[in-house]
């Protein structure tokens, strides 16, 4: 009579370099999204040694979201929708004075005395409140960076017949060759200095 055997063992031997392949399938194949967040020149470390410039109230704009998502432009309530328009009216008025050193000759704006003097002097001053959600912080700072795109593109379209965004992201990639990237910074740092954007962020509030 046979003896019958205990039970059957499985072979484990390979499951750790089938664990291993698989681990490095998922690796390769895997795509991990990054956010691309904002552009923005953070202050340095150290304060600056200077005295800040002087800065007339009317060169500044200022753009106020409250914890309701609700917009105070200029003291004014102002729907999504309009902002961009009142911004570009702003940056584009050039104010000052014909025959001044200030002078902006290339701004369309109505040039009121009682907005801002030119494009260089201009800053669009923003605040939000510490409740504000942020799809609507984000969609506001896209309608101001988008009125400065938009007055850029007008300037480019002007000296180079073509859009600055157009030549800014082919600036931009890697991809470019580095003859092209030497013409096209001097083009995209010649629109910049037409309309340099000057978004300061306040300090972060709470609205009653």
């Known amino acids: 009579m046979s003896r019958r055997g205990g039970p059957a063992e499985v072979n484990a031997g390979s499951m750790a370099d089938i664990a291993f392949l698989l681990l490095i399938f998922f690796l390769v194949t895997t795509t991990i999204e990054t956010d691309a967040g904002l ?39 102002t729907d999504i929708k309009g902002l961009r328009e009142k911004a570009k009216a702003f940056l584009d008025n050039g104010g000052a004075p014909s025959g001044s050193p200030e002078y902006c000759s ?34 506001v700072q896209n309608e101001l960076v988008g009125a400065y795109n938009d007055l850029r593109n007008r300037e480019a379209q002007r000296l180079f017949k073509r859009d600055f965004t157009d030549m800014e992201s082919e600036y931009l990639n890697p991809e470019t060759e580095a003859s092209r990237k030497e013409d096209l ?17 306040a300090e972060t509030g709470s609205s009653n």
């Open 39 to 77: 552009d923005r020149m953070l202050p340095p470390i150290e304060p600056p040694t200077e005295e800040p410039p002087v800065i007339k109230e009317k060169n500044i704009f200022t753009v106020n979201i409250n914890r309701n998502g609700q917009l105070l432009v200029e003291d004014e309530l």
């Open 106 to 139: 290339y701004c369309k704006g109505k040039r009121l005395s009682e907005s801002s003097d030119n494009p260089a002097k201009a800053i669009i001053s923003l605040k939000n409140d510490r409740e504000t959600k942020y799809g609507t912080y984000i969609t």
């Open 185 to 201: 910074k001097e083009k995209v740092k010649r629109i910049q200095d037409l309309f340099p954007q000057k978004l300061s962020e």
